[in-house]
């Protein structure tokens, strides 16, 4: 019995943390799609408009450059009209190299007319800097679009 306990045991902390390291490694690196659709009392001119959002991306602690370019190509596939950013970019400090490759990866995301950024809760003070070097508008209350 002691030894069905202690089996037991093993092969539960090794589950949990195969588990909890799939989670924070595999899990972090799908690129979900969805579509929304409205089509009640839309202005012409909007009827056929796309907004992107996409966020959350945590750049060097989970997410690579190769994450990044795989993101930016299913972007600019889609073509969109306007692209938000969520926020949470950078939850630490880049050096400069590290921090031009970026700030180029994220200019290379296109959309139709205008790309905006809403600071996340977790984004250093250099998430800003790179994202306004990058081509995006940041979205506050305080400011006029």
Do not use: C, W
Request: proline content about 1%.
């Amino acid at each position: 019995m002691k030894k069905f306990i202690k089996n037991l045991f093993v092969f539960l902390v090794i589950f949990i943390t195969l588990l909890l390291l799939g989670m924070r490694y595999i899990g972090t690196k799908n690129i979900v799609i969805k579509s929304y659709y409205y089509k009640n009392n839309l202005p012409e001119d909007v009827k056929n408009f796309n907004i992107l959002y996409f966020g959350d991306i945590n750049y060097s602690y989970t997410f690579l450059m190769k994450d990044l370019d795989e993101l930016k190509n299913k972007i600019n596939y889609l073509e969109p009209d306007i692209i938000i950013f969520g926020g949470n970019l950078l939850t630490n400090k880049l050096n400069s190299k590290e921090e031009e490759k970026l700030i180029n990866k994220l200019k290379e995301i296109n959309s139709k007319h205008v790309k905006y950024y809403i600071k996340g809760v977790n984004d250093i003070e250099e998430s800003k800097d790179i994202l306004d070097k990058a081509g995006f508008i940041e979205l506050d209350s305080s400011k006029e679009i």
